[in-house]
């Protein structure tokens, strides 16, 4: 996280912005996560720490996260923007639950071969892509009731 932290503070300084106590908190906050999380419920977490934090601070806070390569933006459907955190040496797609909205992160070599095969059938050189599956989970298939219809973010690595 340390390194991070420090990758942080250099955007910071090269976008000719300050590395205040409520930016250097929001990003721990963030680092610290380890699923997908909604701007609210990052606000959530850090608010109880400086009551002086506002949401609009933590959008801007994650916006400078995106800017600086630290966090992707996901949209899972519903209109809702997610943040998680970019990591460079590992690609990794979604599948999402349409009922609960729990997401599941995956990796298969045999899908990302098989997508490189059908771009260069094509004449086509894939410069990044997202793959997001959507359906039920195992749990909301399982419930007779078919789950609360809440909206959760819930990694699962």
Known sequence: MQNKQHKFRQHLVRSGLKATRQRELIARAFFATNTHISA???YR????RDRRIGLVTVYRT????KEAGLAHERQFGEGRALFEHASSDRHHDHMICSHCGKIVEFENC???ALQEEVARRLGFTIQYHKLELYGRCKDCRADASGGTGRIRAVGAR
Do not use: M, T, W
């Not at 977490?45 to 109880?48: D, K, M, N």
């Open 45 to 48: 977490r850090v608010s109880g």
């Open 110 to 112: 045999e899908i990302e």
């Open 40 to 42: 609210e419920a990052l």
């Open 62 to 65: 994650l916006k400078l996260l």
